[in-house]
């Protein structure tokens, strides 16, 4: 069974509207995290916001802000105000077993946003 | 600070050649993690290391990939020998030993191989 699924092969926004991307996850430990990232068309993986467990509350870094919703198990990404520099493949993670600094993130398969004028 | 190094950007080879890729991981990192990212399977972790030794290599897709680390700030991933279903982009990664770092990834080696 797959760990983080992303239903969305595709999103399309005009410029300064919000989107959200989709992200729901499978785990059964308690402690986990929940991270997003993004990869422009020159293929660089960038950081953009992380989720804890046991946070309280939802994760916001600038324009984008984690809708994370614990019972149903899913982690969306919001971006408010797009940009065209927000155009790229974004992927959603997760790491179990947070006690264990070195588990590895699991991806998604990822959402490709195209961003227009 | 330099970031996560890999070189090469991109390597052309035959099938049946070896392939080396390379990796310098974030200096004061713990941890290193060897990533493949194809269109079909997405990005797929191979094995990765704490303290330079190897702690799960199950995602190593055959005994013709091998990955070793033999200090600190250098890491190899060999495939010997290639094929054309190698043909991906691998990534580099490192991180803190703290649980919530998220992951630092190098810039990625397109391989192709013919």
């Known amino acids: 069974a797959q760990k983080i699924t992303q239903t969305q092969p595709g999103m399309f926004v005009q410029e300064k509207e919000a989107v959200t991307l989709d992200c729901t996850y499978d785990?059964?430990?308690?402690?986990?995290?929940l991270f997003w990232y993004k990869q422009p068309s020159s293929g660089e993986m960038i950081f953009l916001i992380y989720?804890?467990?046991?946070?309280?509350q939802n994760a916001t870094e600038g324009r984008y802000s984690l809708n994370f919703q614990k019972a149903r198990k899913s982690a969306n990404l919001v971006i408010s105000a797009s940009q065209l520099g927000d155009s790229a493949m974004y992927f959603c993670?997760?790491?179990?077993?947070?006690?264990?600094?070195?588990?590895?993130?699991?991806f998604g398969k990822g959402t490709t946003l195209s961003v227009s004028s | 600070d330099a970031g996560v190094i890999q070189s090469p950007r991109h390597e052309v080879t035959e099938m049946g050649q070896e392939v080396t890729l390379r990796c310098k991981p974030i200096?004061?990192?713990?941890?290193l993690f060897w990533y493949r990212q194809t269109m079909m399977r997405g990005l797929e972790l191979l094995i990765y290391?704490?303290?330079?030794?190897?702690?799960?290599d199950s995602g190593m897709p055959e005994d013709r990939f091998s990955a070793k680390m033999p200090n600190a700030s250098f890491s190899t991933l060999k495939i010997q020998p290639s094929e054309p279903r190698d043909s991906a982009v691998y990534f580099c990664?490192?991180?803190?030993?703290?649980?919530?770092?998220?992951?630092?990834f190098g810039s990625g080696t397109q391989l192709s191989v013919l």
């Open positions: 990664a490192s991180k803190t030993g703290t649980t919530k770092e998220e992951l630092f």
């Open positions: 785990t059964s430990d308690p402690s986990y995290g």
């Open positions: 989720q804890g467990s046991y946070d309280q």
């Open positions: 993670a997760m790491r179990e077993g947070l006690n264990q600094a070195g588990t590895a993130l699991i």
């Open positions: 200096s004061g990192h713990d941890y």
């Open positions: 290391f704490n303290n330079n030794v190897p702690i799960d």
